[in-house]
């Protein structure tokens, strides 16, 4: 129940800075170590990587992309 309660929070803070910014969820690529954080952005259409080592980022950015 908790995470339920983060996860909706994320998704929160999400929505409020793509309307400050003024940004498209599928323009944003979303990279974090918590994978929470992660599927929160996922569910709003962002491109989302979990990322818990940074030597790997660049080959899992590739991917993505």
């Known amino acids: 129940w908790l995470i339920e309660i983060e996860k909706n929070a ?4 999400f929505k409020i800075l793509m309307d400050t910014y003024q940004l498209e969820a599928d323009n944003i ?3 974090d ?7 929160a ?4 259409g962002m491109m ?5 080592d940074t030597n790997q ?3 899992q950015v590739r991917n993505e992309l």
Do not use: M, P, R, Y
């Open 33 to 39: 170590d918590k994978e929470e954080n992660v599927e």
């Open 57 to 59: 980022l660049k080959k």
């Open 10 to 13: 994320n998704k929160n803070i």
């Open 41 to 44: 952005a996922k569910s709003l």
């Open 48 to 52: 989302a990587i979990h990322c818990t």
């Open 29 to 31: 690529i979303f990279i």
